[in-house]
């Protein structure tokens, strides 16, 4: 195996698909501005109306209701405004709730000022409080503006899958609008957007096989729309500015099909997640996994081992020929706390490592991924032995 590296790292960046290129290739010599009336602009039309159906498509949504981003922060960003439009008038959401389990992007709070944000708590598992949220609800003054609540699919680090089917009608009771950020979740858990799950949803192309620098926004309906956070020549009805990326909105519809072909494989991906965790349990039996409590996606595991530094761990595996991703330790300057960890209650010192596979992933792989294992338990081993 001299030479090979295994990558493990799907929920950072999922490789580019196959199909995935060859629709960027193909777009890319299609020369003409998508907003130009003429025979070769209309060309550059339909190939980002195939790419808004097959994005629809992958989380049961109407095609009319999807509008693309240069990628999901972006998104977050345009969702979490207190100034959205309903029509010629004005809706005003007066706070927003976020879990603190949530990817930056939604804890941040996108355009709401810091005091008036919400957060709320999570349990050992990384499951919202829901409670906790429905209290904070009740205590909202609607007299000010609607609530916003805004709250991951699954978590990026965990996996953790939040119960956004119980989530959902604690949000609608409150009359609140609810935004959920299914960045690792579409295409690795059956999303029904029609259903009532949500009322807007925040996608990303690179986690799904596509191309970076492109997202989307999906909303249950167009009834209201957040106010845009770029305004330009009128491009996605409005709701965003700028001429599309045709490239790369091509790439994100070739991925989406794949994507929603590629949920039937899922249970495979959990075989072989499941055989990663007993290598973890086997060689490190000490070694702590993340949200086994809870539902989690079938492809990640986060784990932390006893003595060893995420980033050590993690600069090991590469040299192994693993990628992989570290959580956190609180003595590194390149990586920080996981502030997902220190809100399940683990503290701010605890480094973690994340393992996410894809249907790619195969034996090789994660016989790589033991060997480098076993050489990192046997030198923890050998540092204990000389203490």
């Known amino acids: 195996m001299a030479g090979m590296r295994a990558y493990l790292d799907y929920n ?5 698909l196959a199909a995935a290129r060859e629709a960027m290739v193909a777009a890319l010599d299609v020369a003409a501005n998508p907003s130009s009336v003429h025979t070769e602009g209309r060309a550059a039309r ?20 999807v509008v693309f981003t240069s990628g999901a922060t972006e998104a977050a960003s345009t969702l979490l405004t207190s100034d959205w439009q309903m029509g010629r008038g004005s809706v005003r959401m007066s706070r927003l709730y976020v879990s603190e389990a949530d990817h ?6 996108g355009r709401f000022p810091a005091a008036q944000v919400t957060r709320i708590g999570v349990d050992a598992d990384g499951i919202a409080d829901l409670d906790a ?21 699954a978590n990026n680090e965990t996996g953790v899958i939040q119960p956004i089917d119980r989530i959902a009608p604690v949000v609608k009771a409150a009359g609140g609008v609810l935004v959920v950020d299914a960045v690792q979740a579409a295409g690795r ?9 949500a009322d807007y949803l925040i996608l990303s192309s690179h986690k799904i096989g596509g191309p970076k620098g ?23 009805k409005g709701h965003r500015g700028g001429t599309e990326n045709l490239a790369a909105i091509a790439g994100f519809g070739a991925a989406a099909r794949k994507a929603l ?27 702590e996994i993340f949200g086994t409590g809870a539902p989690r996606l079938a492809n990640a595991t986060f784990f932390a081992i006893a003595g060893i530094k995420a ?62 294992l076993a050489a990192i338990a046997a030198r923890r081993a050998s540092r204990e032995r000389a203490a």
Not at 12 to 16: D, I, K, T, V, Y
Not at 46 to 64: C, G, M
Not at 270 to 278: F, L, T
Not at 345 to 361: F, K, Q
């Open 261 to 287: 072909e590629g949920l039937r494989s899922m249970d495979t991906v959990r075989q072989r997640r499941d055989e990663i965790e007993a290598i973890v349990k086997m060689l490190v039996p000490d070694a």
């Open 311 to 372: 980033e050590t761990a993690q600069i090991a595996f590469d040299l192994a020929g693993v990628a992989l991703s570290a959580g956190s330790a609180c003595s590194s300057g390149k990586v920080g706390p996981s502030h997902v960890l220190k809100a399940m209650g683990y503290g701010d010192c605890l480094g973690a490592l994340r393992v996410s596979i894809g249907a790619s992933t195969g034996a090789e792989d994660i016989e790589l991924f033991r060997t480098a």
């Open 189 to 197: 858990v059956s999303i029904d957007l029609s259903s009532g799950y």
């Open 133 to 153: 949220l429905a209290a904070a609800l009740a205590r909202h003054d609607k007299a000010e503006g609607l609530p916003l609540v805004a709250i991951h699919a």
């Open 214 to 236: 492109v997202g989307a926004i999906v909303a249950a309906s167009d009834l209201m729309m957040p106010k845009p956070l770029i305004n330009g020549g009128g491009q996605e």
């Open 104 to 109: 930056p992007c939604l804890l941040n709070g």
């Open 46 to 65: 339909r190939l980002i109306e195939t790419a808004r159906r097959d994005v629809a498509a992958l989380v049961n949504a109407k095609a009319e209701h």
């Open 12 to 16: 950072a960046s999922a490789p580019l």
